[in-house]
C-alpha cells in the first residue's frame, strides 16, 4: 500500500485557523493551476482518505473537479461512526468506503440505505489502520491512497510507518497559534531518536507556493 500524504500548510506548519474551523480558507490562496496540481494527484491513486473532522467542518465531494481522472474511492475511517447523514458522501453516488471499528457492525447497517457506501471492519475499540488497509487491498483493490487529513490522523499513521511521502503545498502566510491545527498533531516526539525521518525528493517553485515532496526514509 503507498499512502501518500498531501496537504496546503502555512510557512509555521498550519493547515487550519483553529480547531473546528474548515481548512477551505486555505484553498482560496491557491490558484487554478495549484488546484489541478492537487485533482492531478487525486485522479491518479485508488482512494482518497480524510478524517471526520474534515467531513464534519468542510463537507468536502471529494472528487477530481479540476483533473481528467478518474474519482478516487472515498475512504473515511471514524471510531463512533458518526457520519452525518446529509453528508455530501453519502447522497452523491460516488464510492465511498468507511472504516471503523468491530464493535460499529450493528450501528453499520443504518446506512445500508446509502447504496455507493461499504465497510472495512478493523480493530474493536480503536481502528487497527494496518489491518483495515490490508483489507482495502484484498476487498477493494485499493493500493495507493491519497491522504488529505488533519493533524491527528496524519499523526496517527505516521507514527505507525504508513504514509510513504509527503506532498507540501506551502503557502506564504503565518498562522500562529499554539492550539491551532498543524499537518501533524498527536503525541509527538520527545527524542530525535524517535522521530521519523523522510528524504527531500524534490522542491518546485511555482508562484508563490512551493511544493516540497519526501518520501519515507
Same mark, same amino acid.
Given at each position: 500500500?503507498?499512502?501518500?500524504?498531501?496537504?496546503?500548510?502555512?510557512?509555521?506548519?498550519?493547515?487550519?485557523?483553529?480547531?473546528?474551523?474548515?481548512?477551505?480558507?486555505?484553498?482560496?490562496?491557491?490558484?487554478?493551476? *495549484?488546484? $489541478? @496540481?492537487?485533482?492531478?494527484? +487525486?485522479?491518479?491513486?485508488?482512494?482518497?482518505?480524510?478524517?471526520?473532522?474534515?467531513?464534519?467542518?468542510?463537507?468536502?465531494?471529494?472528487?477530481?473537479?479540476?483533473?481528467?481522472?478518474?474519482?478516487?474511492?472515498?475512504?473515511?475511517?471514524?471510531?463512533?461512526?458518526?457520519?452525518?447523514?446529509?453528508?455530501?458522501?453519502?447522497? *452523491?453516488?460516488?464510492?465511498?468506503?468507511?472504516?471503523?471499528?468491530?464493535?460499529?457492525?450493528?450501528?453499520? %447497517?443504518?446506512?445500508?440505505?446509502?447504496?455507493?457506501?461499504?465497510?472495512? @471492519? /478493523?480493530?474493536?475499540?480503536?481502528?487497527?489502520?494496518?489491518? /483495515?488497509?490490508?483489507?482495502?487491498?484484498? %476487498?477493494?483493490?485499493?493500493?495507493? =491512497?491519497?491522504? $488529505?487529513?488533519?493533524?491527528?490522523?496524519?499523526?496517527?499513521?505516521? *507514527?505507525?510507518?504508513?504514509?510513504?511521502?509527503? =506532498?507540501?503545498? +506551502?503557502?506564504?502566510?503565518?498562522?500562529?497559534?499554539?492550539?491551532?491545527?498543524?499537518?501533524?498533531?498527536?503525541?509527538?516526539?520527545?527524542?530525535?531518536?524517535?522521530? %521519523? %525521518?523522510?528524504?527531500?525528493? +524534490?522542491?518546485?517553485? +511555482?508562484?508563490?507556493?512551493?511544493?516540497?515532496?519526501?518520501?519515507? /526514509?
Amino acid at each position: 500500500m503507498k499512502i501518500s500524504l498531501v496537504s496546503e500548510v502555512s510557512i509555521d506548519g498550519k493547515i487550519t485557523f483553529g480547531e473546528g474551523k474548515s481548512s477551505k480558507d486555505l484553498f482560496s490562496l491557491l490558484s487554478t493551476e *495549484d488546484m $489541478e @496540481f492537487i485533482h492531478e494527484i +487525486r485522479g491518479k491513486v485508488d482512494g482518497i482518505l480524510v478524517g471526520m473532522n474534515t467531513i464534519r467542518y468542510d463537507n468536502p465531494s471529494l472528487t477530481c473537479r479540476y483533473g481528467k481522472g478518474k474519482n478516487p474511492i472515498r475512504i473515511i475511517p471514524t471510531n463512533r461512526l458518526e457520519i452525518p447523514k446529509d453528508a455530501i458522501i453519502l447522497n *452523491d453516488g460516488v464510492p465511498t468506503i468507511i472504516i471503523t471499528t468491530e464493535m460499529n457492525q450493528e450501528k453499520a %447497517k443504518e446506512y445500508e440505505v446509502y447504496q455507493n457506501v461499504g465497510f472495512v @471492519f /478493523a480493530g474493536q475499540e480503536n481502528i487497527d489502520f494496518t489491518e /483495515a488497509f490490508s483489507k482495502l487491498e484484498n %476487498k477493494y483493490n485499493i493500493h495507493t =491512497i491519497m491522504l $488529505e487529513g488533519g493533524g491527528t490522523l496524519n499523526w496517527t499513521l505516521i *507514527d505507525k510507518n504508513l504514509v510513504s511521502e509527503i =506532498i507540501i503545498i +506551502r503557502l506564504p502566510i503565518i498562522i500562529g497559534g499554539k492550539d491551532n491545527v498543524s499537518l501533524v498533531d498527536g503525541e509527538g516526539y520527545t527524542e530525535c531518536k524517535f522521530a %521519523k %525521518k523522510f528524504n527531500l525528493k +524534490r522542491v518546485e517553485f +511555482r508562484g508563490n507556493v512551493t511544493i516540497n515532496n519526501y518520501v519515507r /526514509a
